[in-house]
């Protein structure tokens, strides 16, 4: 069974440009989140899907950063324009309906604003 | 303001020791708490959930306890093993099952053969 995967894997970019991050949940699970972590900081979670709907979107830091997950599958994390602060390693995680207390991570996408 | 303590500093021990992690929290009352292992690029792996209503809870060489009075719970790996060197991250959920998780910022576990 594949696991969530991420993709890039890393990206460079300067400040002001567009980024976007993607998500592919294992296959079946409707919970899929997005959490980040800051250099020398925690895990920390930003939004919460299930299939298509945004369940929980408290933790994005502002409107800078979009969240999308069409159709259910997939999810995207857009940041435009990004600044510097926005570096960090974006993790997505994803879950079946019903079993939410353990979590399944991608590897992170390791994103670096210059 | 909700906080999760973990020992900042890395943890090193002899093979075929027992390590224990800690994971002290304040102004928080989680319904469950959960123990993650993150390796060096990769995103943390499941390990262990303990509920608010469960003292302890094994997992072949892991366990966990959970003291909701002293807002504490101790990870121990037992007969440690070098595979077992990572980073082991705290995690607690509020609400159960609802996964708006508060993690820790993690203990760095190095088993030295």
């Known amino acids: 069974e594949a696991g969530v995967t991420q993709f890039p894997s890393h990206s460079v970019i300067e400040k002001g440009q567009t980024v976007t991050l993607r998500c592919d949940p294992i296959?079946?699970?409707?919970?899929l989140y997005w959490y980040r972590r800051v250099m020398g900081k925690e895990i920390k979670f930003l939004l919460h899907?299930?299939?298509?709907?945004?369940?929980?979107e408290s933790g994005m830091p502002n409107n800078r950063f979009l969240a999308e997950r069409t159709g259910g599958t997939y999810s995207t994390l857009k940041v435009q324009p990004a600044e510097l602060e926005d570096s960090g390693v974006y993790f997505c995680a994803s879950s079946p309906l019903g079993t939410e207390e353990k979590l399944f991570f991608g590897s992170g996408t390791q994103l670096s604003v210059l | 303001s909700q906080k999760i303590e973990q020992n900042s500093e890395a943890l090193n021990i002899q093979e075929g020791k027992t390590a224990t992690l800690t994971c002290n929290y304040t102004n928080y009352s989680p319904a469950y708490l959960q123990w993650y292992r993150q390796d060096p690029g990769r995103g943390p792996v499941f390990l262990l959930l303990?509920?608010?209503?469960?003292k302890e809870k094994r997992k072949e060489r892991l366990k966990v306890t959970f003291d909701t009075t002293l807002k504490q719970s101790l990870f121990h790996i037992t007969a440690s093993q070098p595979a077992d060197s990572a980073t082991y991250l705290c995690?607690?959920?509020?609400?159960?099952?609802?996964?708006?998780?508060?993690f820790g910022t993690g203990t760095k576990l190095q088993v030295i053969p």
């Open positions: 899907f299930v299939k298509e709907s945004k369940q929980d």
């Open positions: 995690a607690l959920d509020p609400k159960g099952g609802y996964q708006k998780v508060t």
């Open positions: 296959s079946g699970h409707d919970n």
């Open positions: 303990i509920r608010e209503n469960e």
